[in-house]
T-cell receptor, first 111, second 114 residues
Framework: RKEVEQDPGPFNVPEGATVAFNCTYS??????FFWYRQDCRKEPKLLMS???SGNEDGRFTAQLNRASQYISLLIRDSKLSDSATYLC????????????FGTGTRLTVIP | GAGVSQSPSNKVTEKGKDVELRCDPI?????LYWYRQRLGQGLEFLIY????????KSGLPSDRFSAERTGESVSTLTIQRTQQEDSAVYLC????????????FGNGTRLTVT
């Protein structure tokens, strides 16, 4: 079983739609979690960290479910500029090389 | 402040030549990672440096690949006798180690081996 798994998509949604991605992780000791955005032929950029209490940044909401070992990303009122690949990253042990990347979920927002 | 800086941004080389890629991490970031990303693929871990500890080289695909880092400063990734399958974007990232520190990526070096 992979350390981190994501649905690769693609997700094709109309502008204004709400879309959600999940990412499951296998190591229950995982400590920190992140969502990154990667545009075509660009480097990944941090979208948001994921905290136990859940966190929101504008149209983006991230949540952590430790019991079921998954994190989620919700995008409301999708914009064309949200089209990208969304990567989840799980750090199983702070201070050591225990960073695991999902393969990414591709989102295309359609006019 | 300055982000992670990588050079060159693009490199075209002939098969069999050696190449050296450079990464300047964010000042104060003790952790430094190298990743490889082939077109349309996910990130492939290569090597991890943490302060003055021995690096984790478990991701290096062959002995043609090596990397160095002096203390908490610049790192270089060297690929000897390049092969066409080495063509990819090589991404460097750095982070603080404490707490919930995310990775910050450089723009990458796009390597093309002809």
């Amino acid at each position: 079983r992979k350390e981190v798994e994501q649905d690769p998509g693609p997700f094709n949604v109309p502008e204004g739609a709400t879309v959600a991605f999940n990412c499951t992780y296998s190591n229950s000791a995982s400590q920190s979690f992140f969502w990154y955005r990667q545009d075509c032929r660009k480097e990944p950029k941090l979208l948001m960290s994921v905290y136990s209490s859940g966190n929101e940044d504008g149209r983006f909401t991230a949540q952590l479910n430790r019991a079921s070992q998954y994190i989620s990303l919700l995008i409301r009122d999708s914009k064309l500029s949200d089209s990208a690949t969304y990567l989840c990253v799980v750090n199983a042990q702070t201070g050591a090389n225990n960073l695991f990347f999902g393969t990414g979920t591709r989102l295309t927002v359609i006019p | 402040g300055a982000g992670v800086s990588q050079s060159p941004s693009n490199k075209v080389t002939e098969k069999g030549k050696d190449v050296e890629l450079r990464c300047d991490p964010i000042s104060g970031h003790t952790a430094l990672y190298w990743y490889r990303q082939r077109l349309g693929q996910g990130l492939e871990f290569l090597i991890y440096f943490q302060g003055n500890s021995a690096p984790d080289k478990s991701g290096l695909p062959s002995d043609r690949f090596s990397a160095e880092r002096t203390g908490e400063s610049v790192s270089t990734l060297t690929i000897q006798r390049t092969q066409q399958e080495d063509s990819a974007v090589y991404l460097c990232a750095s982070s603080l180690v404490e707490g919930d520190s995310p990775l910050h990526f450089g723009n990458g070096t796009r390597l093309t081996v002809t």
